[in-house]
């Protein structure tokens, strides 16, 4: 079992910047994939980057150029730094982690964290 814990959501104004992170716990020995998902109030909860264990990357096409994920393999930490924030990235962002391979896919990921909320104002 593994515990995922995220932080640095809160409220920004449009163009501006946020730092989130996702510190492990538990069985950390693991080779964790870790990715971020987000859900907008009556959406479904996507995909919005993931990162390997060695580093290989995946982004959704719409936050390309303006997020960067990012890991701390001995801090057990992951994070998401987002740039040019704008009202559609409003939503609670999930940390995730994979036993398996990088995927973009909600149910390849067996242990999730409880959200942290970020409301991006116009």
């Known amino acids: 079992q593994v515990q995922l814990v995220e932080s640095g959501g809160g409220l920004v104004q449009a163009g501006g910047s946020l730092r989130l992170s996702c510190a492990a716990s538990g069985r950390t020995s693991n080779k964790y994939t870790m990715a971020w998902f987000r859900q907008a109030p009556g959406k479904e909860r996507d995909f919005v980057a993931a990162?390997?264990?060695?580093?290989?990357?995946y982004y959704t096409d719409s936050v390309k150029g303006r997020f960067t994920i990012s890991r701390d393999n001995a801090k057990n930490t992951v994070y998401l730094q987002m740039n040019s924030l704008n009202p559609e990235d409003t939503a609670v962002y999930y940390c995730?982690?994979?036993?398996?391979?990088?995927?973009?896919?909600?149910?390849?990921?067996?242990?999730w964290g409880q959200g942290t909320q970020v409301t991006v104002s116009s």
């Open positions: 995730a982690a994979s036993t398996g391979w990088l995927s973009r896919t909600r149910g390849a990921y067996e242990y």
């Open positions: 990162i390997s264990w060695t580093g290989s990357i």
